[in-house]
């Protein structure tokens, strides 16, 4: 917990260097999603820091898993993800994460369409996060508690970033470089690096097209290199999945 917290500590003095405010008036992190309380925005006031720390600690392996370069990879990849997902603009688009808890149109697989920082999606989905023992909470009678508790929110978004569903390896693991791809991952041009997690979270619309990916994989790069510059942190290799085959 000392480790993630002083990432969150760097990441507000990062912040406050680059919007020119004190650092206490950035207070945390998540300053860093300046239209979160928005009032154009349906999230507005829902993702408190509060929440994400609480949710955070439930997981002890987040942000904490690695080397100090490493944990900073892994929360701007979990950053930049969460909210590309939860975007809502396109001037200074990459100020705009965070703007939205619930699908737009909640047309994919209601009523478990998208909700939360990573948009959860799919019965099995609310069924797995539920039943985990950092939520223990039925999701798929409640399906509306991932868009009304905050912390229940950030928790399905850390479970599912968290956690392997093969033959997909976690965002986790493979933020910090800890997955070895296997050789049927290797033929399917499948390779270590941030364009693995897009894999991972989309690969069915944004992997294998070339750039036809409607600028997806351009968007998620942007708000990761952006997070990258404000944790002091390279962001790797292999950044996109143009050629990479989606996971089956």
Not at 38 to 64: M, V
Not at 159 to 167: D, I, K
Not at 201 to 219: H, K, L, R, S
């Amino acid at each position: 917990m000392a480790a993630r917290l002083a990432l969150v500590v760097a990441c507000a003095a990062a912040a406050a260097a680059l919007l020119g405010v004190s650092a206490a008036d950035v207070g945390t992190c998540t300053t860093r999603w300046p239209n979160r309380d928005n009032s154009i925005c349906p999230a507005s006031g829902f993702y408190t820091y509060d929440a994400f720390i609480q949710a955070a600690n439930a997981f002890p392996g987040f942000g904490t898993g690695g080397t100090d370069e490493r944990n900073r990879r892994d929360l701007a990849a979990f950053f930049d993800q969460t909210s590309h997902e939860t975007t809502g603009g396109s001037a200074d688009q990459f100020d705009w994460g965070y703007c939205f808890k619930e699908e737009r149109d909640k047309a994919t697989s209601p009523p478990y369409y998208g909700r939360g920082p990573i948009q959860l999606t799919g019965q099995s989905n609310y069924e797995m996060a539920g039943a985990a023992p950092e939520l223990n909470v039925d999701l798929v009678n409640n399906p509306d508690l991932v868009s009304t508790n905050p912390v229940i929110s950030f928790k399905t978004a850390i479970w599912f970033w968290m956690t392997a569903q093969p033959p997909k390896p976690s965002c986790h693991d493979v933020a910090l470089g800890d997955w070895t791809p296997s050789s049927g991952d290797s033929a399917a041009g499948r390779v270590p690096g941030y364009g693995a997690i897009t894999n991972i979270i989309n690969g069915m619309y944004e992997c294998g097209v070339g750039t036809n990916d409607g600028g997806g994989n351009a968007n998620r790069i942007g708000y990761y290199k952006r997070y990258c510059d404000m944790l002091g942190v390279s962001p790797g290799d292999n950044l996109d999945c143009y050629s990479q085959q989606k996971f089956g």
